[in-house]
């Protein structure tokens, strides 16, 4: 039995009590008798409290409680002590203003108190950054933990698509990850909805996720934990990554380019295993020479096509001759897309 369902029978009660009350008064000034206005406007109550009651009740609550949900603890600590310290003033100001003559008395203590509650919030959120720094680590509680050193030590969500893409377990044995590696349970959950699919390569990259994520768990290079931290009012995994990243104000570890977007948008750090791995790609200029092997057909005519080590596309003039073959070539043009670095070469005296 939940909540919804018990607003709606005391709602029901309530207004068909003072539906059978208004019936009595109005069953004295008609013809009707009073057991006909009373039943009739007591049923008439009961209705309207059984279907208005969740509209006035549970349903502000659940809409404020998502919106809470998606504010980070800075800026609602910031603004709570806001409102504290704008209410605090309003009530100090409550005393001259009210002996303002007539109306005037009545109404700017009032007008004070929803001026300065504004005010304080406005300014306090406004400059929370700045307040946390203050007090950080006296007054108010942060997500960060400590290292041996003292120092704070930074968490980072953990991606699905990060585990599944399996690199992650590479970079981590590099050492430039610092910090802990957080993964939530529903990234743990939706990984194990992936393995358990009847698709039987999204099942393949599901499990090899959990191996992967058991070899990071036995790695000691950097800490990964697992926890039941949720977030309520949405079922989507990237908006409850995005809202924890915001509560927890850390980054996300991705390489969803649309996750990447909306934490982008909504002022959420994010790292990216993709563009990580485009920056690290050796830089090569116009005129340089490199080694590659044409292993298929371009888009235009007489073009081949073929890879550097890294994984970076070489395009090259009249390369179709030389298929298979690995051949010695000028880079002519260097081109960055969104997908990556593209190189276009043409053969070197071949």
């Known amino acids: 039995m939940n909540f919804d369902f018990i607003s709606r029978i005391i709602g029901m009660i309530i207004f068909g009590l003072l539906g059978g009350y208004f019936g009595e008064t109005i069953a004295g000034f008609t013809d009707i008798t009073l057991q006909e206005g009373t039943v009739i406007l ?100 942060t997500s960060e933990k400590r290292s041996k050193g003292g120092q704070p030590e930074r968490v980072i969500l953990v991606d699905t698509s990060v585990i599944i893409d399996g690199r992650i377990s590479d970079i981590a044995q590099t050492g430039f990850l610092v910090g802990e590696l957080l993964i939530p ?12 699919s009847a698709d039987a390569l999204r099942r393949q990259r599901g499990r090899r996720g959990m191996e992967i994520l058991a070899d990071l768990q036995e790695s000691k290079t950097i800490p990964v934990r697992i926890s039941d931290i949720d977030v309520e009012g949405t079922r989507e995994v990237d908006s409850k ?66 890879y550097l080590s890294d994984g970076t596309m070489v395009v090259v003039e009249d390369g179709k001759n030389h298929m298979n073959e690995d051949i010695p070539a000028t880079v002519t043009k260097v081109l960055q897309t969104a997908a990556g670095r593209m190189i276009f070469a043409k053969p070197d005296g071949v």
Do not use: M, W
């Open 42 to 141: 007591g049923l008439v109550g009961s209705l309207f409290g059984l279907v208005v009651t969740p509209l006035i009740t549970t349903r502000p609550i659940k809409s404020l409680r998502n919106l809470l949900n998606q504010l980070d603890a800075r800026t609602l600590g910031s603004g709570l002590i806001g409102l504290f310290v704008g209410l605090v003033i309003a009530a100090l100001l409550a005393i001259p203003l009210s002996r303002l003559p007539s109306f005037l008395g009545q109404f700017f203590p009032v007008l004070s108190v929803l001026l300065f509650g504004y005010i304080g919030v406005a300014v306090f959120i406004s400059r929370r950054n700045d307040i946390f720094s203050l007090f950080s680590g006296r007054v108010f509680p």
């Open 241 to 306: 990554l995005v809202i924890l990243a915001r509560q927890l104000s850390c980054p996300i570890l991705t390489n969803d380019y649309n996750l990447n977007r909306v934490a982008e948008i909504q002022g959420v750090p994010v790292l990216n295993i993709n563009e990580l791995a485009n920056s690290v790609k050796a830089v090569l200029l116009p005129g340089e020479t490199v080694e590659v092997k044409i292993i298929q057909e371009g888009k235009e005519r007489g073009q081949g096509v073929g």
């Open 185 to 196: 349970r529903f990234v743990l959950d939706e990984l194990q909805h992936i393995a358990d």
